[in-house]
């Protein structure tokens, strides 16, 4: 049996498996942030048809 690492796809793979990983994490924490702040910074309801 050969105890050599190899440095082929499965290492590309797992690397490819982190990025998805972080991009993912990255993802929910803008989301995270993007509903905090939403949350406390309340918008003017604007009609869409003028009444009259």
């Known amino acids: 049996m050969n105890a050599k690492k190899s440095s082929g ?3 590309k793979s797992t690397r490819l498996v982190w990025i998805v990983v ?3 994490a990255l993802q929910i924490a ?3 942030a993007w509903i ?3 949350s ?3 918008v003017a309801e ?3 048809v003028k009444p009259g």
Do not use: N, Q
């Open 9 to 11: 796809p499965s290492r």
């Open 40 to 42: 406390k910074h309340r």
């Open 30 to 32: 803008a989301w995270a």
């Open 22 to 24: 972080a991009v993912f």
């Open 36 to 38: 905090t702040f939403a």
């Open 46 to 48: 604007v009609p869409l």
